[in-house]
Each structure stands twice: as structure tokens, then as C-alpha cells.
């Protein structure tokens, strides 16, 4: 299976203050490419405790594009595939957050969340978080940087997917019982766990 893993680390708390962007590409199953790039935020401020997560500082960005440039590149890329976020709750709202800053259409894609599925997949685990998932499965990398966050998230997610034979997105409906985000001009639908859908509470 064809999919793209994305990462983003940002300048404060929020959504539409990205500082870096990693992309990883997965083609049969197989990583080609990890792609990272810097980006100058919309706000000229970072949060000291973001600087402390990620390290990046508004001197290392000084001279990158902004991310209505830097989308001239990462449109063609990301148009009409599958992509993966650890916690894509968090990425993909940046994603959005940051179109609606710059007033860019949505472009159009599917994609899905390792965090949901690696619950599904690896049922009963203490922590789902990128750091410990990687770690009990062997993955050394450096966390809070982009592109080795997004790399960490396609290895992960190969591994996943072989454990659960999912081989298509159709897989994820029929054997994770999980819907396919969406993400197109003029809204989004998230990517979840069917059984976790609002229902009403007993009096």
C-alpha cells in the first residue's frame, strides 16, 4: 500500500504557527524518501516551552519560506493520496488551521491516524504515544523534529499493517472497523473508530 506519513512541529500553541514539516513516502510497502523543510510562521513569536520540545529557534527559520510559498511544493505531493499522522487529530488541524490562515482551498486526500489503529492493533497497551510505540518495537529516532518523527510514523505503521494484514484502505473499514478521513475543499471528515461515535446516555 501507497501512503505518506506527515509531521508537524510548531512555533506556539497554535494550530497555524507550523515551524517544520516532515513528509516521509512509502511506495509497496517499502520508505523512498523522507522529505523535511523549515518553515517561517505566520507569528513572529515562538513559546519557549514549543523551542524546548523541538529545539527549533526563530533564527533557524529566519530565511524559509513561508507556508503559502512552501505550498506551491507540497500541494503536487500531497494531492490525492493517503497520508498517516500520529495523532492526526494534531496534524491534520494544522494542516487545516494553516490553509484557512492563508485562505488556500483544501486539497484533495484520505488518510488516518497510527494512534487509532495501533490501539486496534495492539490492543491493552499502557501508552500510545509515538515514543513509546517505537521504542517497544525497536525504532531509534530522534523525537520532536519533523522528519524523523514522520519517518518513525511510516515504519511504525508498516508494521502495523503487517500484523493485521491490512493490504488497501478498504482493509481498514473491513478488518479495523475504522473510517478513512477525508479532507477536501470546503471541510473534513475524521478518521475514528466506528464504535467510538457519540450515543446517547441511559437515564
Same mark, same amino acid.
Do not use: M
Given at each position: 500500500m501507497d501512503f505518506i506519513t506527515i509531521d508537524? !512541529?510548531?512555533a506556539t500553541s497554535k494550530w497555524d504557527s507550523p515551524c517544520e514539516i516532515g513528509l516521509t513516502i /512509502?511506495? !509497496?510497502g517499502m520508505i523512498v524518501d523522507t522529505l523535511e523543510w523549515l518553515i517561517k510562521p505566520h507569528y513572529p513569536e515562538f513559546n519557549y516551552y514549543n523551542v524546548l520540545i523541538h529545539g527549533i529557534r526563530p533564527e533557524h527559520v529566519a530565511h524559509s519560506p513561508e507556508f503559502d510559498e512552501l505550498w506551491e511544493e507540497l500541494h503536487p505531493i500531497l494531492e490525492?493520496? =493517503?497520508l498517516i499522522a500520529h495523532n492526526a487529530g494534531f496534524d491534520m488541524g494544522v494542516l487545516r488551521k494553516t490553509l484557512d490562515t492563508y485562505q488556500i482551498p483544501y486539497p484533495n486526500l484520505q488518510y488516518s491516524c497510527? /494512534? /487509532?489503529f495501533s490501539r486496534k492493533i495492539w490492543a491493552g497497551l499502557p501508552k500510545y504515544d509515538l515514543k513509546s510505540l517505537c521504542n517497544m518495537h525497536?525504532?531509534?529516532?530522534? *523525537? *520532536?523534529r519533523a522528519g524523523a518523527d514522520s519517518r518513525?510514523?511510516?515504519e511504525l505503521s508498516l508494521r502495523a499493517f503487517e500484523a493485521a494484514e491490512i493490504e488497501s484502505l478498504s482493509d481498514f473499514e473491513e478488518k479495523l472497523n475504522i473510517t478513512v478521513g477525508?479532507? =477536501?475543499e470546503g471541510g *473534513? *471528515?475524521?478518521s475514528i473508530h466506528k464504535n467510538l461515535k457519540k450515543t446517547k446516555k441511559k437515564e
Open positions: 508537524f !512541529e510548531t /512509502v511506495k !509497496e490525492n493520496q =493517503f497510527s /494512534v /487509532v525497536g525504532i531509534s529516532f530522534r *523525537h *520532536h518513525a510514523t511510516a477525508k479532507l =477536501f *473534513h *471528515h475524521p
